[in-house]
Every structure is written in structure tokens, then in C-alpha cells.
């Protein structure tokens, strides 16, 4: 019993490890879901899983979502794409994020009326110009997910 405890904490200490390896877009409060048509606060965290700095993050804002507002983050650059009617379309941000850290960019934005799942895609970028594409090209690189009631 004793050994399927020690197993037990072992893969959930494993799988949760593996979870937060990776660029996630959540609410302010860290959860994977919100409503329909609600103004929320939602975070990007990006760890650096490389030997070397993170150097740009782009981020894919989902159809439906309209980005409002950001909080600055000191040492980075903001830019955005927007579509003919203005709307923000992508996101990136510049500056760098050392080994073994993460950054979290924060921003608010309105959520569509439509039920269903927002699919936040991120490129990140390293120091040697490789890029890590969490979009679900790989399923070793998932994009982020939040569900919307």
C-alpha cells in the first residue's frame, strides 16, 4: 500500500510538473474557465524551459476575444496587430526572460457571447532564434485552453 502511495504522489507530482512546463493563458485568478461575454482579467505565464533567455513572446488572440487593456511590464515592449475594424488580433511582447524564470503578462479583454473553448496560441522565442510554437502543432506543445459557460 505503501509503494501505490509513493507511485501515486510520484505521477501526480510528474504530471502537474508537466502541466505548468508550458505557455498558459488563465483568468487573473488562475482558472481554466470563464462566462460568456464577461470582462476578465487574464494572465500568459511563460516559463524559460531552455538554457538560455526567452527573448519574445506572440500570442494569437483568439476569434471573438476583443483585448482592452494591458498592464505594463517593465523591461518588455509591447506591440499589436488589429484587423481592419481595429480589434486586436496578436500580441507580442519583447524583452527577456532569464533561465530558469517565468514572466507573466496580464491584460483585460471581453470574452465572446458564444459558449465553447478559446485556444490561446503562443510562439515564444529564445535567445539563439529557435521558437518553442504552443499551438498544438505538436502534442508535446499544446496551447493553452479556457473554457467559456
Known amino acids: 500500500m505503501k509503494i501505490v502511495r509513493t507511485l501515486l504522489a510520484l505521477t501526480t507530482t510528474a504530471l502537474l510538473s508537466f502541466a505548468a512546463a508550458h505557455a498558459v493563458v488563465r ?3 488562475g482558472l481554466a474557465e470563464s462566462k460568456v461575454g464577461a470582462s476578465e482579467t487574464y ?16 500570442m494569437i488572440v483568439p476569434a471573438g476575444v476583443r483585448v482592452t487593456r494591458f498592464l505594463p511590464v517593465p523591461g518588455f515592449v509591447r506591440s499589436v496587430k488589429t484587423d481592419s475594424s481595429g480589434l486586436i488580433t496578436e500580441i507580442v511582447w519583447k524583452g527577456r526572460i532569464a533561465p530558469m524564470e517565468f514572466q507573466r503578462f496580464l491584460f483585460s479583454a471581453t470574452n465572446p457571447a458564444d459558449a465553447g473553448t478559446l485556444s490561446w496560441k503562443v510562439y515564444q522565442t529564445y535567445a539563439d532564434g529557435s521558437v518553442t510554437s504552443w ?6 506543445t499544446p496551447a493553452s485552453k479556457v473554457t467559456l459557460k
Open 27 to 29: 483568468t487573473e485568478t
Open 43 to 58: 494572465r500568459l505565464q511563460v516559463p524559460v524551459e531552455k538554457d538560455m533567455a526567452t527573448i519574445q513572446v506572440r
Open 135 to 140: 499551438d498544438d502543432s505538436d502534442p508535446a
